[in-house]
Nanobody
């Protein structure tokens, strides 16, 4: 499996921006579809965005379309989530995940490797 380490979370005010990073190691990064998921207290984990192995294809949850952008740099083994115009309802632990055989838009069940998560808190 690939090992994943997220960074970039924090406490911000509504309307601010954050960029999350996820560094991968252990396997060939470009063989994996990558995704960002989040889980708020008392809620189920939900998919935020996914990106294809080459980076040419992306998929977003409706609640982040137009605000968040997923990207990857296969030379740096890193996937990013640029989050703009953050809202209090974006408060959650954000997880990076890797899927060896899945495709963009696939659910969490197809992601076999997960990071430890990074907390994002948006105050109103």
């Amino acid at each position: 499996q690939v090992q994943l380490v997220e960074s970039g979370g924090g406490l911000v005010q509504a309307g601010a921006s954050l960029r999350l990073s996820c560094a991968a190691s252990g396997r060939t990064f470009s063989n994996y579809v990558m995704g960002w998921f989040r889980q708020a207290p008392g809620k189920e984990r939900e998919c935020v965005a996914t990106i294809s192995r080459s980076g040419g294809g992306t998929d977003y949850a409706d609640f982040v379309k137009g605000r968040f952008t997923i990207s990857r740099d296969n030379a740096k083994n890193t996937v990013y989530l640029q989050m703009n115009n953050l809202k209090p309802e974006d408060t959650a632990v954000y997880y990076c995940a890797a899927s060896r055989f899945g495709r963009i838009g696939t659910g969490a069940v197809d992601f076999g490797s997960w990071g430890q998560g990074t907390q994002v808190t948006v105050s109103s």
